[in-house]
């Protein structure tokens, strides 16, 4: 279809690589322009979308191109993270608080690039899409700027400074390695925080590695993982946010994992609230605390 071809043709000038300029791509950024089949390009016009209802939805009427539920995280990881990445896409531009793996997370065109779009087809594109790229670089930078002052900021006992991304998930995880280790586990070596965004945000591979646990298989541990090397213990805590608490299957599966540990397990749920507690000590079958200590 002629726009689409446009579009990929806005890509490609826009310095995008072939996989980001395929037919998926083209038809994301047509929808964030809300280019219709016989929208002119100087229509082009910015609205916030989220990927399903949003962009999915208008591409399925508009272009009669359907896509499979399940895509929904293709549209996100092969083509809008790319965008966000180069400056012409802005990520939860409406709550740029929004935690990461939220069901009401959106994007819209950025105000810089959309300007452009609407030159496409005119004598003057060539030369704004030159000035664009040359500027490029600040609009990211200013970009990054923007979404480190949402993150969650974790320093440890090192000096070592985490950014968390945003979230009630990842500001728990924040208060267990600053408020709960200290507390309980006093001098305790952080080995694993995972994060909603990077599950391999800090990974101490020589302290798991001492430990024997395998290092290959990081992801399977629990969202913080604290040794206390005085008591020998290992710390495994779930914050428990958007997922429930330990139970006694995720404990034999973390039992399992550390069958070569000879630390002794200390099994923690860690909660942000009494009124998230409340609605997990009622239920059957669960675990707040658990010790073993071999």
Same mark, same amino acid.
């Given at each position: ?7 990929? =043709?806005?890509? !490609? ?9 395929? =037919? ?12 219709? !089949? ?13 990927v399903?209802?949003?962009?999915? =939805? ?5 272009? /009669? ?6 895509? #929904? =995280?293709?549209? !996100? !990881? ?6 966000v990445?180069?400056? +012409? ?14 069901p ?13 779009i ?8 060539q ?10 670089r600040? +609009? ?5 700027g ?6 969650v ?12 991304s ?5 500001? +728990? ?9 200290? /507390?309980?586990? %006093? ?7 995972g ?14 590695s001492q ?6 298989e ?5 969202d ?6 005085a /008591?020998?213990?290992l ?14 299957? #995720? ?20 909660? %942000?609230?009494f ?17 073993? /200590?071999?």
């Amino acid at each position: 279809m002629k726009r689409v071809k446009e579009s990929q =043709e806005i890509l !490609r000038n826009l310095g995008l690589p072939p996989a980001q300029r395929n =037919e998926m791509a083209a038809l994301t950024l047509l929808a964030l322009c809300g280019i219709g !089949r016989k929208t002119p390009w100087s229509n082009a016009s910015r609205r916030s979308l989220t990927v399903t209802k949003g962009i999915m =939805e208008f591409v399925g009427r508009e272009y /009669r191109k359907e896509y499979a539920p399940n895509t #929904r =995280e293709t549209f !996100r !990881r092969q083509v809008l993270h790319q965008f966000v990445q180069a400056g +012409l896409v802005d990520y939860n531009p409406d709550k740029p608080d929004l935690p990461t793996n939220s069901p009401r997370a959106h994007y819209a065109i950025s105000e810089d690039a959309l300007l452009l779009i609407r030159l496409f087809g005119t004598s003057e594109w060539q030369s704004a899409a030159t000035a664009y790229l040359a500027r490029k670089r600040a +609009l990211i930078e200013v970009y990054r700027g923007q979404r480190v002052h949402h993150n969650v900021p974790v320093v440890l006992a090192d000096g070592t400074r985490l950014e968390l991304s945003p979230g009630e998930h990842n500001v +728990l995880q924040a208060a267990v390695i600053t408020e709960f280790g200290p /507390r309980f586990a %006093p001098g305790a070596q952080l080995l694993y925080v995972g994060d909603t965004a990077r599950k391999d945000l800090y990974v101490d591979e020589g302290g798991l590695s001492q430990l024997e646990i395998p290092i290959s298989e990081h992801w399977k541990l629990a969202d913080v993982v604290l040794y206390d090397s005085a /008591r020998n213990w290992l710390f495994l805590v779930e914050a428990v946010t958007s997922h429930g608490p330990m139970t006694p299957k #995720r404990v034999l599966e973390l039992k399992e994992l550390m069958r070569n540990c000879r630390a002794g397990l200390v099994f923690v749920s860690a909660f %942000p609230d009494f009124t998230e507690f409340r609605k997990h000590i009622r239920a059957p079958k669960t675990m707040t605390l658990q010790v073993n /200590r071999r």
